[in-house]
Every structure is written in C-alpha cells, then in structure tokens.
C-alpha cells in the first residue's frame, strides 16, 4: 500500500451533495485500505457544515473517525465564524490550514477536492 491523499472539501450545505460526495470518498477510501493514509481538511462552509446539526454529515463525520481518518479544519474561518468550539468537541484539530496544505503537499500527499 502506497500513497497518501488529502481530500479538501470546502463545499457546505449549499452545496450538500458535493460536501456528502468529498466525506464518502474519504471515509471509502480509508476503508479500503489501498492508500497510506487518508487525511480531510474542512474549510470554510464545510466547517459550518460538520458544527451543525445535519444528521447525515453527522453521521458521515462519525465514520470518518471509525476508519482513523485525520480530520483537520481552518482555525482562522472556525474563530471568525464563532465555530471553534463545536469543531473541536468532534475531535476535529483546529489549524492554520495555509500552513497544514503545503506541509501535506511537500509530504507527497495528493490533493483531491470538493
């Protein structure tokens, strides 16, 4: 098994099916264990998304963490957007995520976003 990727979803409830599509290849991925790793970052409207109360993103987020996906969510958009703690209560890690991208990206991760 060789390969990491790093799915980017930015898209929110606004565009729910597209934010549902980037968390169930994701948690797919992982569960068929044909990659190295498999990490998600949240940003922007997604953020919104996993703080809410949407059963099926819920639900989503949940198998993400039983299939030990790493998810990690933009610090700065959480605190402006009065997210912080919500996010951070799922176990989310809150980074500066112009810094996380790059690192991923110079680690040999692939990026696929939604």
């Known amino acids: 098994m060789t390969g990491k990727m790093l ?3 930015t898209s929110g409830l606004e565009n ?3 934010l549902l599509v980037g968390m169930r290849f994701a948690m797919n991925s992982a569960r068929k264990n044909n990659l190295e ?3 998600v970052v949240f940003f922007g409207p ?4 996993i703080a809410g109360d949407d059963q099926e993103v ?3 987020y949940s198998k993400l963490v039983e299939h030990n996906v790493t998810s990690i969510a933009c610090n700065g958009y959480a605190a402006a957007n009065d997210l912080s703690e919500g996010i951070a209560k799922l176990g989310v890690k809150l980074e500066n995520v112009s810094d996380t991208i790059p690192g991923f990206i110079n680690s040999g991760y692939s990026v696929v976003s939604f």
């Not at 997604?46 to 998304?49: L, N, P, W």
Request: no cysteine; aromatic share 0%.
């Open 7 to 9: 799915v980017l979803i």
């Open 16 to 18: 729910r099916d597209k």
């Open 37 to 39: 790793d498999v990490k």
């Open 46 to 49: 997604s953020e919104k998304a």
């Open 58 to 60: 819920r639900d989503l």
